[in-house]
């Protein structure tokens, strides 16, 4: 290899240079003995002593996912590759579209290697049923998909198999929780494994009381409370919110409704359990606001009441032209 030779003590100011004008080659190390430094070039240079040295290669770091992929698919492919994926503690979730199906593999492979994480799974199917999960099919790594997330703080146990989690809500969880005041009674109709009443209840003083027709998400609702070491302020129920619903006495400050496929069937339930002034946290899918916000208003309109929006946003992306959106509703007596 082409080397620069400098004395020692000119090593560091001789390496800036060569790097300025792209003189050096970045991909063996510089090697230093005796009294003399010993710099890669790609080419020969007039000014300096230039000898043949034996030098260690840099091992190549990938500074992407797609990088780890260009020896294996073509640039078109990689671009129609989705590199963003979801990270749920230590598993990683990829999307492949149809036409890199016969490479799931390699792209699964380049996926462990590059995030580190203990498995890696792929979607096989939309969300689905009322249980909400959807089908993965494993690729790479350890075959276990039951895994501790960290979020704000809270430690979140979940089988991405058996249970939806969004590790992409951790942003709305913390705002929602932000928002909550000491005290308030909060009910959760769609709740999963918890995240929003284990991030409210690990901040907050309040009483919550989570819902979830999904038995397997309630099991690890149940198991996140000890994890957290929450006592008695998280009270659980496994069942529809309808029916669940008919055995409460009592009225709620805040109502989350993150069930953004059908929660609007369930506004009514909602806005009847609500106290006088509380706030319905309500979640949708939809191009705008002005849907949720129509729905928002007729479910009040039907029972007396009236709604006042004093938030919305979107959430996130769910594809193109559509939005996972939130609305804030304070719900108010006529």
């Keep these: 290899m082409k080397c620069v030779k400098v004395p020692l ?155 939806y989690f969004s590790p992409r809500l951790a942003t709305e969880r913390k705002r929602v929780m932000e928002n909550v005041e000491d005290g308030e009674k909060i009910l959760d109709m769609f709740c999963g494994i918890g995240p929003f009443p284990i991030v409210i209840a690990r901040n907050k003083n309040v009483d919550i009381i989570a819902v979830d027709i999904n038995e397997e998400a309630i099991k690890y609702l149940n198991e996140n409370i000890k994890l957290n070491k929450l006592k008695g302020n998280i009270k659980t129920q496994c069942g529809d919110i309808r029916e669940v619903s008919k055995s409460f006495n009592m009225k709620f400050d805040r109502i989350i409704m993150n069930l953004p496929g059908l929660a609007y069937t369930f506004l009514d339930i909602a806005v009847e359990l609500i106290e006088d002034g509380g706030i319905i946290n309500y979640y949708e899918f939809s191009d705008s606001y002005e849907q949720g916000i129509k729905r928002l208003k007729d479910a009040c309109n039907n029972v007396g009441k009236k709604v006042e929006i004093i938030n919305t946003r979107k959430v996130k992306s769910t594809s193109p032209g559509e939005w996972h959106v939130a609305i804030d509703g304070k719900i108010k007596n006529n």
């Design 9 to 163: 003590k000119q090593l560091n100011d001789t390496r800036i240079k060569l790097m300025e004008k792209g003189q050096m080659n970045m991909e063996y190390r510089i090697k230093a003995c005796d009294e003399f430094g010993y710099i890669p070039i790609n080419e020969d240079i007039d000014e300096y002593e230039i000898v043949d040295m034996e030098l260690e290669p840099l091992k190549r770091v990938a500074h992407n996912f797609s990088e780890l992929l260009e020896d294996e698919l073509s640039k078109e492919e990689i671009e129609n590759l989705r590199t963003s994926f979801d990270t749920i503690g230590d598993i990683v979730i990829l999307e492949i579209p149809d036409n890199l199906q016969d490479k799931k593999q390699i792209i699964g492979d380049a996926a462990l290697k590059f995030t580190k994480r203990k498995a890696i799974y792929m979607k096989k199917s939309a969300i689905k049923g009322t249980i909400r999960i959807r089908d993965l099919e494993f690729l790479s790594g350890v075959d276990d998909s039951v895994t501790i997330h960290k979020e704000h703080g809270a430690r979140l146990k979940l089988d991405v198999k058996e249970v």
